[in-house]
């Protein structure tokens, strides 16, 4: 799972359509990392709740680092429990937040989804 979050990305990135970096489907339901689809956070939500979520994130994720080398099982299990809580409010996990009925191509490579053709295209622009 690549570091890097679609909520990341955004605040990164922050009034740009895509990055070179983490290019952007053009629906914008997905970044891609590696050849790697990852869904990207759901666009409806405020900013203010959007970057409460990412703060839990956040901390979800340091709390995983920090129990890791802790030996305990349980904590461990409880701070990704909160890491993908984080992410499912983000909409980056969990149910779509798209209505269309499209799939969710998430953690799929991208040239095995429809978005193959702009993917390839991504190389013609380099």
């Known amino acids: 799972m690549p570091w890097i979050g679609c909520e990341a990305v955004v605040i990164l ?7 070179d ?14 050849g790697q689809l990852w869904r990207c956070s759901d666009p409806a939500l405020s900013e203010q709740e959007r970057e409460r979520l990412v703060h839990a994130l956040m901390e979800a994720r340091r709390a995983v680092s920090a129990t890791k080398s802790s030996g305990d099982p349980e904590q461990l299990r409880s701070a990704r ?20 009925g499209s799939p969710d191509y998430n953690r799929r490579k991208a040239i095995k989804t429809p978005y193959a053709d702009w993917y390839r295209s991504l190389a013609d622009r380099g």
């Open 81 to 100: 429990a909160n890491v993908n809580a984080a992410k499912v409010a983000l909409g980056e996990r969990g149910p779509v937040w798209w209505t269309d």
């Open 13 to 19: 990135h922050a009034h740009h359509e895509s990055s």
């Open 21 to 34: 970096m983490y290019p952007r489907t053009p629906d914008g339901r997905y970044f891609v990392v590696k």
